[in-house]
Nanobody, 121 residues
Framework: QVQLVESGGGLVQAGGSLRLSCAAS????????MGWFRQAPGKEREIVAT???????YYAESMKGRFTISRDNAKNTVYLQMNSLKPEDTAVYYC???????????????WGQGTQVTVSS
């Protein structure tokens, strides 16, 4: 069982930056694939970025070059550094974990409660 707690969301102006953190419980964190997803009002939850236990990463096309996912296995934490934020990045951002790597929501068994990111124009 893995429990996930996100933090770091907030209100930022367009062009600004935020760093999200996701603290995970459980001894097996280092073996899990981790992902960040987001859901805007009225839209489906979508992939932002994922990272394997070895550190290989995947990014959704619109996040490439702006967002960076990373993990610190010693701290049981995964991060999402978001730069050059746009109003369309406004959403609830969710952290997810699974034993197997995936890029869709249905491939992840464990989810955090989400953290709101609002980008003003």
């Amino acid at each position: 069982q893995v429990q996930l707690v996100e933090s770091g969301g907030g209100l930022v102006q367009a062009g600004g930056s935020l760093r999200l953190s996701c603290a995970a419980s459980g001894r097996t964190f280092r073996t899990y694939a981790m992902g960040w997803f987001r859901q805007a009002p009225g839209k489906e939850r979508e992939i932002v970025a994922t990272i394997t236990w070895r550190g290989s990463t995947y990014y959704a096309e619109s996040m490439k070059g702006r967002f960076t996912i990373s993990r610190d296995n010693a701290k049981n934490t995964v991060y999402l550094q978001m730069n050059s934020l746009k109003p369309e990045d406004t959403a609830v951002y969710y952290c997810a974990a699974d034993e197997n790597f995936g890029i869709t929501t249905r491939e992840y068994d464990y989810w955090g409660q989400g953290t709101q990111v609002t980008v003003s124009s």
